[in-house]
């Protein structure tokens, strides 16, 4: 014997009661998905997170720009970034992992050579995509804007060998040129929440506007392992050309999806750092980091002024610090005094005038000789001309009266 469902009864119950309605059906559709609706936004917020875990991990956390950014990361000189696998793959610590060797061992490597780098080097994970230009074992290097494909666990040593603490082209490996700018997004959910909540959103909202100006082509956006600094989640690093060419990486902080298109028209477009979510830039030391006005990109007015103050202070040192001293080789140095240096200089600029106005009176150099030399040798030499005279007058009378 079949026994009917509560539930099953209780819809059908109403089944037949709204088919006994003479609701059209396109009204009994609409109702239908504004019920629906009403019951999600109950629980989730836009950002598609409920409203408890926005407030306790997204863009409406209490400690949101509670702190200066300015000043928040490391100094470093050169970013590696190593294609591997999607966030959702990566464990906590994806690059000490044991379950993932080719990340370990780049790593491994990078801190044993780092004393050997003449750069400063930073690593972090970036997802690989199979069958895209960021396929698993890619190796992205910037500033150097130059992509090496398919690094294997067993090309590790002789990859940081070639490349990274010789300077040279990698023999297993061809580079390819990196074209336009690169946005990464940290997204590293296994090792910070407030990363993993923030990071896929700012993600998805950056590939909208970027599709809506058009910009396919010429910005892409790749989520990243942890860059350090998850209570500044969302935390964007952007690697981006001046008019000059010239690459720098800005690191930001407590981005939201509402400062993407400053992103892209102010700091990308436009070359002006956005300073109330500045953390820093590649090349530049921590306690420098808090100087945002005077670390404009190449096309802002700032770095400009700071070209000039630079040569201003390099002038003022010049004139007040003519001294120097240099050191060649053991023990050697090459120190000079100042006031010495600017003496010689001006007593050469003298004695080439003397030379030049006695050469038009027809005084010879002798002349030039006599009027660079100082009172005492003067005296000196008159002394000298006087004696010989004396002894000639002496001699004279000695041979006559003989």
């Known amino acids: 014997m079949r026994i009917a ?26 109702l239908t998905l504004a019920s629906t609706m009403a019951s999600d936004n109950l629980s989730t917020s836009a950002n598609g997170h409920n409203d408890d875990e926005d407030e306790k991990y997204g863009f409406r956390r209490p400690e949101m720009y509670k702190e200066n950014l300015a000043g928040t990361i490391g100094a470093y000189d050169r970013h ?45 994970i970036c997802e690989g995509r ?4 960021f396929s698993d074992g890619d190796v992205l290097i910037f500033p150097d804007m130059i992509k090496y494909r398919g690094l294997k666990e067993s090309e590790v040593d002789s990859f940081v060998e070639d490349v990274l603490v010789n300077g040279n082209l990698w023999a297993s490996g061809v580079p390819e040129v990196l074209p336009g700018s690169h946005v990464f997004v940290c997204a590293h959910g ?22 809506l100006r058009g910009l396919k082509d010429q ?15 969302g935390n964007v690093i952007i690697y981006s050309p001046g008019p000059d060419g010239k690459i720098m990486g800005h690191w930001y902080g407590y981005v939201t999806p509402d400062d993407v298109p400053a992103l892209l028209d102010q700091h990308i477009g436009k070359g002006e750092i956005i300073e109330r979510l500045w953390r820093g830039q590649m090349g530049a030391a921590t306690e420098e980091g808090g100087k945002a006005d005077e670390q404009k990109l190449p096309n802002g007015d700032a770095k400009k002024s700071k070209k000039k103050k630079h040569e201003e202070n390099s002038t003022e040192s010049n004139k007040d610090n003519v001294a120097g001293c240099c050191q060649v080789g053991s023990g050697f140095t090459c120190c000079k005094d100042g006031s010495l240096e600017q003496s010689s200089v ?50 004279s009378f000695y041979r006559r009266s003989g």
């Open 5 to 30: 469902h509560t539930s099953r009864a209780l819809i059908s119950a109403a089944t037949v009661h709204i088919a006994s309605l003479t609701f059209p059906l396109s009204r009994v559709r609409t």
């Open 80 to 124: 590696l970034f190593l294609c591997y696998k999607s966030p959702e793959a990566w464990p906590s610590r994806v690059e000490g992992s044991d379950s993932d060797p080719l990340p370990k061992s780049l790593c491994s490597a990078v801190k044993a050579r780092k004393n050997d780098m003449a750069l400063k080097t930073n690593l972090t």
């Open 130 to 133: 199979e069958g895209t230009d």
């Open 190 to 211: 296994s090792r910070d929440r407030r990363c993993g909540v923030c990071g896929p959103v700012l993600i998805e909202k950056l590939n909208e506007e970027i599709e």
């Open 219 to 233: 910005l892409f956006v790749n989520p990243c392992s942890h860059i350090g600094g998850h209570k500044y989640a």
């Open 346 to 395: 001006g007593e050469e600029k003298k004695l080439k005038e003397t030379i030049a106005v006695d050469e038009k009176k027809g005084l010879g150099k002798v002349s030039g000789w006599f009027g660079s030399w100082e009172q005492s040798d003067v005296l000196t030499a008159a002394a000298v001309v006087g004696a010989v005279a004396t002894v000639a007058v002496a001699y």
